[in-house]
């Protein structure tokens, strides 16, 4: 999508030096803009871990890349496969929520398995590497072409009315590829000129909906509004919301999601509201192996410091301050499960269907 006018996407390989990956820092947005290089496959773990890139597409894109740079670092070790192993456990473990990471990590080691030598596993590596994030690309469109339908209908009930949409964190193209899961029906109706609004939840600690997808739907001119996260339930009430989407960063086989911190308070607001409640996700992020999400999805704890410390801008640098009492423990639980029962639909690149194991089943046939 557009950064300043020009076209960008958040990860690609260099077109003359194909050793070379680079990404859009997301540590830093909105405050700078800046590409920087990934150089190693431990990068590719730091990355992850320290979120300059998040989102669950992203993840697993970066993991691929990573497990690609580790064939290229095994040409100068002693045991190569073992080496290659001990960088895929390694990248594996950067983040427990998002499944993207582990299934685009077993892909990679699955497509590497049977080549001996490290320049066939370059050789194998490369091109998969590339097609998982080519295949993200055009879930990301897909995902948009049928959930651009719902706000289609909405549109026309409202008679060409503006189309109020809430969505939590930043699931938009920052989160993926390019164009995102739940903004990629946004940026589609937007671009059919379809009036649309979206209320942007702030989305603490790390305010993925203040600074990133305040700024990416900014830079791309559709309309939105941040608001604290709290403020979702009084908006329902008010009839501002027609419709909620998220992102998904783990979605098990009946349907439950996991999805940032608050998720679950929106889905229950809107139910209550009767505001259809959609989630967006490509394939990649379903989890067939398990069924319960509130049961089986590890949900990442982070850094207390996340909740304790704001990040800012002021005099032109990026600054941070403290804003609880220094001695307060603190719990920094990042994500939290939808039920599938308070979920509307699915939004995937292979269509909409109901968040139920039987529909999920029928959809991926
Ligand atoms: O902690 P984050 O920023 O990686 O969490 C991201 C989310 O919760 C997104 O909604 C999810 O990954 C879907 S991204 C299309």
Redesign the pocket.
């Known amino acids: 999508m557009l950064v300043n006018g020009r076209p960008y996407q958040t990860i690609w390989m260099d077109e003359s030096d194909q050793d070379r990956i680079h990404y859009i820092n997301q540590e830093v947005l909105p405050f700078e803009f800046k590409i920087e290089e990934m150089h190693s496959s431990s990068d590719s773990y730091d990355m992850i871990r320290r979120?300059n890139v998040?989102?669950?597409?992203l993840?697993g894109v970066t993991a691929a890349f990573g497990i690609y740079l580790a064939c290229l670092e095994a040409k100068t070790q002693p045991e190569p496969q073992v080496y290659l192993r001990e960088q895929a456990a390694l990248i594996r473990e950067a983040r427990p929520t998002?499944v993207n990471l582990s299934w685009a990590v077993d892909r990679m080691m699955k497509k590497i398995a049977n080549a001996a030598k490290p320049e066939h596993m370059i050789m194998v590596a490369r091109p998969e590497a590339l097609k998982i994030r080519e295949e993200e690309l055009q879930a990301s469109y897909m995902i948009g072409q049928h959930g651009l339908e719902i706000i289609r209908g909405i549109s026309e009930r409202k008679n060409g009315k503006v189309v109020n949409i809430l969505t939590?964190?930043?699931?938009g193209w920052l989160?993926?590829i390019d164009y995102?899961?739940?903004t990629s029906p946004i940026y589609q109706a937007f671009d059919e000129q379809i009036p649309v609004h979206v209320w942007v939840d702030e989305t603490r600690p790390?305010n993925?909906g203040a600074r990133l997808t305040a700024w990416e739907l900014g830079q791309h001119g559709v309309p939105h509004t941040v608001i604290v996260d709290n403020a979702g339930g009084h908006i329902m009430q008010k009839g501002l919301v027609d419709l909620v989407i998220?992102?998904?960063?783990r979605t098990t086989r009946s349907g439950d999601v996991a999805?940032?911190i608050g998720t679950y308070l929106k889905a229950l607001a809107a139910r209550d509201n009767d505001i259809p409640f959609y989630v967006a996700?490509p394939v990649s992020t379903i989890d067939f192996t398990i069924d319960s999400g509130i049961e089986e999805i590890p949900i990442e704890e982070r850094d207390p410091d996340e909740v304790r410390v704001m990040e800012g801008i002021s005099d032109g640098k990026i600054q941070s301050v403290r804003i609880i009492p220094e001695e307060s423990p603190v719990s920094n639980y990042?994500?939290d499960i939808a039920p599938s029962r308070l979920i509307t639909g699915l939004i995937t690149e292979k269509g909409i269907c109901g968040a139920r194991e039987s529909e999920i089943m029928k959809l991926i046939d």
């Open positions: 979120m998040r989102g669950a597409p993840i998002a939590h964190c930043n699931a989160a993926c995102g899961t739940a790390r993925q998220t992102g998904s960063d999805n940032k996700l990042g994500f």
